[in-house]
Each structure stands twice: as C-alpha cells, then as structure tokens.
C-alpha cells in the first residue's frame, strides 16, 4: 500500500481558507486586488469585453483601508518596545545573533512569531542540528563557542505543517507523526532557479526520534532522500524520545489549530472594500450633474445646434458658451442627492474594527467609562500576553532541545522572554490626577505607584534608580539649607533685634 506522504488534514485544509485571506489583507491592496476574488462579479453570465471592462474598472475604483495591517503592526510594537531577554550557555550564544543559520536573530525570527501568533494564530518551530553521514556533526568546543558549527531553529508557517498525530506514550501525550511542506531547488543554472515540493516526515519510531525527507521521482513516486534523513542523537549520543518540533498558537501551544485572533478583523476590511467599490462605482456614474433640455425640436437641433460654423465641435456646456434654446424651450441639471447608505454601511464597519481593537485608525472621541476602558483594555491586552507568552514558551522548549544537541547544561534558566509589560493605551490626564491623589492618600505605596506608571509608559526608570536620584537630591537639598543656615549664623533672634 502507498503511503500518502502528501496528505494534508482536513481541518488544515479548511484552515487554509481563512489564513490566506488574513494573509492577504495584512499585505494590502496590492495582495488584495491580486488575488480578484473578493469582489462580486458585476452581470457573470455577460462574457462580453464590456461587461469585463466594467468589472476591471469596479476593482480599480475600489479603496482598500488597512486597518488590518496598521493594527497588527500596533500591536506587535507593544511587545517589541522592550528588547526580549535571552538566558542560554555560552555555547549557544551564536544563537543570539544567527538562529537559523541564515543570519536572522532570533529576536528578528521571534517578531515573525508573533505576527503570525497574532493574524493566523499558528506557527511551528523545529530545532535541528547539522548532519555528516546520517550522524549529528561532532565539533569542538571552540567550534560551537564562535558559532561554525551549531544547533539551529527552523521556522514553518502555518500551511506548512499539513498533518500530524498525538498519541499515549509511557503516559504522556506525544507528537508521533508531524509532516512539514518544503522547498527545495530541483534545477539551477546559475540564472535560474527551478522550485519543488519536498516532505519533511518526522516520526517517532519504536520511542526514538527520526527524520525521513521524501521528493516525487520523474514518475510522480515518492523517494527517501537519504543524505537528507537521519536519526537525530544528543550529544552523548543518545537518540531523542520526542519529536523536536513545537507549534506555537494563539490559545496554547499544542498542536491543535485555534483561532485567528485577526480573523474577525480580516473579514471587516474585505465587507468594508466591497463598500468601498459599490460607493466608488456610484460616485463614478452619478457623481457629475447630467443636463437635460426640454421642448426641443428637431428642426432647432438639426438647424441650430447642428450648425457647424456656430458650433463647429457641438453644443458646449459652460458660462462662455450661451445654449439657445426655442421659445418654451427649458434646461437643467440632473444633480442625485448624495447615495449615503453605502457610506455609512463603510462608517459602521470602520467603528466595528475600531472595537475590535483597531485603535490606530484614528483617536477614540467618544466617551466611555472607565469600566469600559478597563474591560476593552483588558480584553485586548489578555490576547496580546498570551500570544507573547506562547511564543517565549516555544522558543525556550526549543532552545533547551538546542542545549542538548550542544552538550550544553539544561536548566531552568535557559529561556528566551518576550516584554509583555505593557499597555494597550496611555493613561488619560485625569486617571493620572486620580492615581496621584491615590497614593498621596496612603491607598497605594509608592512602589505600586511607580509600577503602574511604567506600565503605562510614563516612568521609565527602575525603582531603584529612582530612589538613587530622590536620596541624591534630598541629600543635596539638606546640604543647600544647612549652608543657608551657616549663613544667617543660625540665630534668627538676633537678625530681628537688628532690624
């Protein structure tokens, strides 16, 4: 029986739907036109070059806001405002700067991470290491302290990873079967390069942790690539007894598919573009006056305005070009009163993605109380943390896998941590009186003062430092009246009796 190497789960397949329209709306108008699917196909029995016309100016006409893409970018800048704090062995230190062996650090890596955490909800990361022979390469110490050979983590979008299984071993839950969708480069002829598909299998096999990369032959049949399998050993050389690939999600980190937290935003943006060209279109046919004359004749037409030495190129419109008219004769201007409904069906859906969390589009003027502001404030940042707390627990799962192939000590220190001190919006004027007369009044100390403070982005510096620079200027301050003091000689009794 043939092996379905190339089977891709329906749920994946289902999936795929919905990632490649989020995709296509983060990447813009460009990505969204292309595409030419998202727009309804004005009269599709009328195959007439017409007909294709209108509908190939209708997409043209139409706005794309990107809302999508502009709040994606706010939120990710949330995170990334504070550096991620990376705590490995020397022997991994490379990793810093180089994490998949093509020279993208891991904090570069992390931020793809969380975008796609953040707008499909999934991503898979695989720690690999270099192979020679079928067996993990053997380097020096030297060799992995400055990086000439090392562990690496390989990165996989979500349509990659095409099918997996889950079973019961020794008690545990464990990936057994993951299988990743590759590229590779068939033909180059140094101009030109030529892509196909390959299948990155990863299986757990008798509890041990192997890897088989198959391709299609010249007769569509599936072969194993030899020098690209192998069965992966630490560095004591003891086989793995898991999988060393870790999906990373939106909910949690197992392999599953949850949901795309931009999902319900990415569908906004595309009803808000149709909007957009059925008001284009509308401005497009009624938008200039159309005039209209009455009681004419055919004679005055024939005989007037087809007068070619008076009017060599037809009656034209304008204050320097009187239009005669026969006596009863009228005219006017069509002018259609504005077509609001589609306008503001656009307003509506701007407002929905704004609730949503697109708070970027422009500046919140309505008022909301502060149960409100907390709720949605709360709302929003719980999706942000846990997205970033989800990518910080899959890279450290990976780079502990990493110190194992190193030789490396595992511990619990081992870990990469991405910010997530932070707040969806600034603290107004007033919360920050209210605040204020809050710890002058004893209800708060002045250390959850200050923490709250950072967490808006107000202070920025650590309490510590803080309280350097307070004992610093007191200091200082305490010296300032004592000279004064010293001054006056101290005896105030005296300087009255003299005045």
Known sequence: MAENIDYVLPEVVEAIKSWEQIRDVINGEAAVKKRGKYLPYIMPSDKSDINKDRNAAYAARAVFYGVTKRTLKGMIGQVTAKPAVLTVPALLDSLQDDVDGGAVSIEQQSRQALSDTLSVGRLGLLTDYPMVDGLPARPTR????????????????????????????????????????????????????????????????????????????????????????????????????????????????????????????????????RNSADHEESVFIVGQPTPVFAGMTKEWVEEVWGNKEIY?????????????????????LLQPNPNTLVFEAMKHKEEQMKSLGAKLVEPKTGTRTLGE?????????????????????????????????????????????????????????????QLLAEW?????????????????????????????????????????QAALLGNTGGNFGDNEDQE
């Open 142 to 273: 030297a060799d992995l302290l400055e990086g000439r050979i090392k562990p690496s983590i390989q990165y996989y979008f979500a349509e990659q990873i095409i099918n997996w299984r889950v079973e019961m071993v020794d008690g545990s839950r464990k990936l057994t079967l993951v299988v990743l969708l590759e590229k590779y480069t068939k033909e180059d002829d140094g101009f030109k390069k030529e892509d196909a598909q390959q299948w990155r299998v990863l299986r757990l096999v008798d509890k041990e942790y192997v890897i088989q990369v198959y391709r299609k032959d010249d007769a569509g049949m599936f072969i194993v690539v030899p020098e690209l399998s192998s069965k992966p050993l630490d560095a004591s050389g003891k086989p793995f007894n898991e999988i060393l690939f870790t999906v990373v999600g939106s909910d949690n980190n197992d392999p599953g598919i949850d949901d795309a937290p931009l999902e319900d935003m990415a569908n906004l943006n595309i009803a808000h573009y």
């Open 312 to 332: 060599p190129y037809g009656v034209a419109m304008g204050s320097r070009s009187p239009i005669p008219l026969p006596a009863g004769g009228s005219a006017e």
């Open 373 to 433: 502001a907390q709720m949605d404030e709360a709302s929003e940042a719980s999706t942000l943390m846990n997205c970033a707390k989800n990518v910080s627990a899959g890279y450290t799962r990976c780079l502990k896998w990493a110190a194992m192939f190193a030789g490396a000590p595992v511990s619990d220190d081992i870990g990469f941590e991405l910010n997530t001190d932070f707040e969806i919006s600034r603290m107004t004027a007033d919360q920050r009186r």
């Open 440 to 480: 002058q009044a004893g209800a708060i100390s002045t250390t959850e003062y200050r923490a709250i403070l950072r967490r808006a982005g107000i202070a920025t510096q650590e309490d510590e430092e803080f309280q350097e620079e307070v004992d610093a200027q007191t200091a200082k301050d305490m010296e300032t």
